[in-house]
């Protein structure tokens, strides 16, 4: 995140404009590259152009009131300095004044191109239905025949232009701008929609939006039918469905996710009723994201991404005076930290928790826009309504279970979050099913009204129940129903509410130039950071500084880039890698330190000594999340492997050793396609 910028100083408010010129060329560049845009892309880069000029005005206002007598160090040419600095806002003002009138130019000339088509359409249909009335009346001998067709195209037309519509069954709104409505209710339908979402109004005056797929055409002089003609009419409505495009899924949410996380809750409601499933608790929304595929995952999000121009990398670029990786500094960039969750609902004797964690994401109101990062808690049986998060360990704290997380992103949306997911992994005692539950969730917006970003300190957030796509929902309906009486008693209730702590840390130079060099969006754990950091270099080096040929598409073999992805759906695995490099690490000297190349140097042989022959060994069972057993024969042989290499000083001996037994593997394992990861990224 942007850091609020100090007014008593010039340079600071220089290198704020340098990052508004950089993304108001970006997004000039996106405009042009584009060509003519749909009206949806449109509307997104004037939102943006909007949303940069106000960014601009506050720019200009701060600068306005900035004094000389303010500046911390004396500077020359004061005066001129900040005329110039008034003129090069001015002009990204005005550069942002065109692309916005451009914009709208392109809206009216749509507008008029459509209208002049409609008008069109309908003077050539009057012109048919002239050539149709005088052959009709030529035609006298085929009167009778041509009054049935009539009366047909007159009940087709009926059909057509019914506005209203029964329901069929039960919809809860899920968003802002949706329509409730109840089975049997009737809807005037004012605009249908290519995408399957109909515009509505119900009998109060409410408007919003619909899906098509629960309606069905409602006529007056049809009201009372027999059972036969109703199961009939079903049948043909369902007919007419099945025919039919299916409803397109929305592109400003996860919507397949939420329909099945929804389709749930009615299950879990009569399984909680039942006391087979605490109360408080619903299917996790986040779990069945993850499960969808790799798309919300941090190893997707790590890979490099391709410019438009499909001839360089967008987020890795090369600093050749440094020789290093250029750094990059994005819209949102910040470090927090969970302290505990409180008053969380105590799981049911029907089931055994097997992980106690929060998830959490970057989240806008409609969308998750990054990886999906998972931290887990731990408890005590004393307090077994409380979560930690960061216990003291021995050594290092486990990657899963560190409660300090970094965030970056460069999303421009005012709505930007964080969505919070805590929840548990279970299996049922009675079936040996294995699920996860939310315990509710809670959203914390970065952003004020004003755009200004919040503050960094400690906040107490209260959970909500049921999806992130609901509001009002309570996590447990008891402890709302007895807060009533006194406002003491109401505060005393309050107290006993789910919540969350969680703490925004503000961030030094260090830490700033630290995650400039990651991806412009990724969420992961602190203690991992560097290792990320090492293996950005490594990409770096290969796909920008050592390349022979920049039209060269073949297969790079390198074991690192080909396999550290892995480590970040392995945390296990991980946690043995930052062990080897801190152990290394510390027989270092201190000008080895500063020698960056010395330190990949380093850094490779660590690497090869110690995860190659892990994610290849076939004493190291396949991860699975959540399962003790696995998790503690993993941890057995992961100590062990590296006690072994502790003592030998290297792998060599015990890869060569007729004890270890590792699995083969393809040249291909070993060999990094970064065309192949972009496809996937881009897909």
Known sequence: MLPRWPRDSLQCLQRRRQELKQQVDSLLSESRLKGALEASKRRDIYQRCMQLKQAIDENKNTLQKLKKADEPIPVGNYHQKKEEEHSLLDKLTHQLQQLAMSISRENITEIGELTERAEDDSAEDDEEEDDDDEEESKESGEEEETQEEEKQENESHQQVTSKEYIAVGDFSAQQAGDLTFKKGEILL?????????????????????????????????????????????????????????????????????????????????????????????????????????????????????????????????????????????????????????????????????????????????????????????????????????????????????????????????????????????????????????????????????????????????????????????????????????????????????????????????????????LPEILIGSMGCIHLLIFYRQILGDVLLKGRMSMQSADFISNPVL??????????????????????????????????????????????????????????????????EETEATRWKVIADFLKQNQENKSALQALLSPDGIHEPFDILEQTYDFLGKIRKKAA
């Open 189 to 517: 339908i004012t605009e249908k929609k290519p995408d399957g979402w109909w515009m509505a109004k119900n009998a109060k005056g409410n408007n919003g939006l619909v899906p098509k797929t629960y309606l069905e055409p409602y006529h007056k002089e049809e009201g009372q039918e027999s059972s036969e003609e109703g199961n009939e009419e079903d049948v043909e409505v369902g007919n007419e469905i099945a025919d039919e495009p299916e409803v397109k899924q929305r592109t400003d949410s996860h919507w397949s996710a939420v329909r099945k996380a929804l389709s749930e809750i009615n299950t879990i409601d009569v399984l909680t009723t039942m006391g087979a499933i605490p109360a408080g608790f619903r299917p996790s929304t986040l779990f069945q994201l993850l499960e969808e595929g790799n798309q919300f995952r941090a190893s997707y999000f790590l890979q490099p991404e391709l410019a438009p121009s499909q001839l360089a990398f967008r987020d890795l670029l090369w600093n050749a005076k440094t020789g290093t990786i250029r750094s990059r500094p994005s819209h949102v960039s910040l470090i927090l930290t969970l302290w505990s969750c409180k008053m969380i609902p105590l799981p049911g004797v029907s089931i055994q928790v097997l992980s106690r964690h929060v998830r959490l994401c970057l989240f806008d109101g409609n969308k998750v826009l990054s990886n999906i990062h998972t931290v887990r808690a731990t408890w005590q049986p004393k307090k077994p309504r409380t979560w930690t998060f960061s216990p003291q360990v021995t050594g290092i704290l486990p990657c899963l279970l560190d409660g300090d997380c970094f965030l970056r992103s460069n999303s421009l949306s005012p709505d930007l979050g964080i969505l919070f997911e805590p929840g548990i992994s279970y299996i049922r005692n009675s079936t040996g099913e294995r699920g996860e539950l939310s315990c509710g969730w809670v959203f914390l917006k970065l952003f004020d009204a004003s755009g200004i970003p919040i503050p960094a300190k400690t906040y107490e957030l209260f959970l909500n129940g049921g999806t992130p796509y609901e509001k009002g929902v309570e996590v447990d309906r008891s402890v709302s129903r007895r807060a009533h009486g006194s406002v003491f008693h109401q505060m005393m209730m309050m107290r006993r509410e789910p919540q969350l702590l969680v703490k925004l840390r503000s961030l030094n130079r260090r830490s700033r130039d630290i995650l400039s060099l």
């Open 562 to 627: 080909a396999t550290f992805p892995k480590l970040l759906e392995q945390p296990d695995v991980m946690d043995a890698l930052r062990s080897s490099w801190a152990e290394k690490e510390s027989t270092l000297k201190r000008s080895e330190k500063r020698d960056r190349e010395f330190l990949k140097a380093v850094f490779l042989l660590v690497y090869h000594d110690c995860v190659v022959p892990l994610l290849h060994s076939t004493l190291l069972p396949p991860f699975r999340w959540a399962e």
